[in-house]
């Protein structure tokens, strides 16, 4: 996405996987579990693809995108549309040690944002499970693989984030007129600027009626209009991640099919190191994974 203020990039719906290996469809299940306090997320990605064209040559994949690709074998790494439910667990440690380094010197607002920041990354890479099912081809011969992720403590994480994000947005507050400024006070008073609403993602930050536009723009542009809704309420801008179903207790979202030439250029790889599955029965993984009724409903 594009033409964000600084607190809206955390609305950014994120490339699937990272760096260069990228998919041309993902659909992601979650379901929250009120009393074990856990956010289970089950992914399927096909047409996955490395994306670095040789000048010359072919699409062939480099050393980089296949260590890249392991790191997503070995559960330390995991693309979602959603920036709070996307981990990189190498990228996080050296965020981490990059604040360490600024914060004997920072002040002020800046020392709690740098804290404020640490604090949710630090949560993510202690928190979150990951647990990368084998690779087959679909029906159109693309690479295709699942992810079931497990997050903890979700309603720490949720404080973690509003605290973060109240920061951002106190640094923006003086853009708007004075009866919008006192609509923004309200909802930081409550630190809601993020919750989980039943199983659907609910973020809501301050902007104009101009990013509004854009945001909506660019969601409609990859995402179905029952996936992702946005909405606008001077000064704030909405955004409800997922629909309900098609399981009990369940949201999902989905990303239009993209079109365009696509390379099977990690397939051969993928059999040596791994091997290649028949294709599951994806909908009988996610029951399992899932489980039974949610506790606490």
Excluded at 33 to 41: H, T, W
Excluded at 129 to 149: E, H, M, S
Aim: glycine share 10%; proline share 5%.
């Amino acid at each position: 996405m594009k033409r964000l203020t600084q607190a809206a990039a955390l609305l950014v719906l994120l490339p699937s996987l990272h760096g260069c290996i990228t998919v041309l469809g993902q659909t992601i299940d979650w379901r929250y579990d009120q009393s074990a306090d856990q956010l289970k997320l089950f992914h399927v990605f096909t047409g996955i693809h490395a994306v670095r064209v040789l000048s010359g040559g072919g699409p062939l994949p480099t050393t980089s995108d296949l260590e890249e690709l392991a790191r997503a074998v070995e559960g330390r790494v995991t693309g979602a549309f959603v920036w709070i439910l996307t981990l990189d667990a190498e990228a996080f440690r050296k965020e981490i040690a990059s604040i360490d380094g600024k914060l004997p010197g920072a002040r002020g607002q800046e020392e709690r944002a740098l804290s404020a920041m640490r604090a949710m990354l630090q949560h993510l890479l202690d928190e979150t499970r990951i647990r990368t099912g084998p690779f087959w081809l679909d029906g159109d011969g693309r690479l295709a693989c699942y992810q079931q992720v497990t997050i903890s403590k979700v309603r720490s994480l949720v404080e973690k984030v509003n605290a973060l994000l109240g920061l951002m947005v106190a640094e923006q507050a003086r853009k708007f007129e004075p009866a919008e400024q006192a609509a923004i006070a309200e909802l930081a008073a409550r630190g809601d600027w993020l919750r989980i609403d039943g199983q659907r993602l609910r973020v809501r930050l301050p902007g104009s009626l101009r990013e509004y536009r854009d945001i909506r723009e660019d969601v409609l542009a990859e995402f179905p209009d029952d996936d992702v809704v946005v909405n606008y309420d001077q000064p704030m801008v909405e955004v409800i991640f997922g629909r309900l179903g098609p399981g009990p207790g369940r949201a999902r979202m989905h990303k239009k099919p993209q079109s365009g030439k696509t390379y099977d250029n990690l397939v051969p790889h993928v059999r040596e190191k791994y091997g290649l599955a028949k294709p599951p029965d994806l909908e009988a993984l996610r029951a399992a994974f899932f489980g039974g009724p949610i506790r606490g409903k």
